[in-house]
């Protein structure tokens, strides 16, 4: 199996290297074997391209966008590009998403990533409780009583 480094396109190894230069051979798709031992998919922080339909563009615009994948909506799919600006791309007008590298192993191995998403729920659960008691009788209540 070739190393999966050297078949980087040249814009996705300053991304890879951003990233921390992580091994990228034993993080790819299994589509074969035990449903159990599959992993396939899009995964926050991955490398992909985005061909997108040229009528939704303007005359000068490039119909492919680069990068690394930060979320999906939806409605749209977040990248920071290979220039490092955030973009948001409508469903609407994508063609073709290509994965080029996976960064993070298949998301229920990702314990980085568990353990982001229960901090995260702890937050917004914090911040919905916060925001109750201010409606209920903070001074932004705009009940009679």
């Known amino acids: 199996m070739p190393d999966m480094r ?4 040249e814009w996705a190894i300053k991304i890879h290297e951003a990233h921390g230069s992580p091994e990228l051979d034993n993080i790819q798709d299994v589509f074969h074997g035990p449903l159990s031992e599959r992993s396939a998919g899009l995964r ?9 339909d040229s009528r939704a563009l303007s005359a000068d615009s490039e ?14 799919v977040e990248i920071v590009d290979d220039s490092g600006t955030f973009r948001s791309i409508a469903r609407d007008v994508i063609v073709e998403v290509r994965l080029i ?17 229960k901090e995260d729920m702890r937050r917004r659960s914090s911040m919905l409780e916060k925001a109750e008691q201010m409606a209920e009788g903070g001074m932004d209540s705009h009940l009679w009583g």
């Open 6 to 9: 050297s078949t980087l396109p």
């Open 101 to 117: 590298a996976h960064m993070r192993v298949p998301y229920l191995e990702d314990r980085e990533m568990m353990t982001f998403e």
């Open 44 to 52: 926050k922080d991955d490398i992909v391209e985005i061909f997108i």
């Open 63 to 76: 119909a492919i966008a680069r990068g690394m994948l930060i979320g999906t909506t939806r409605n749209a």
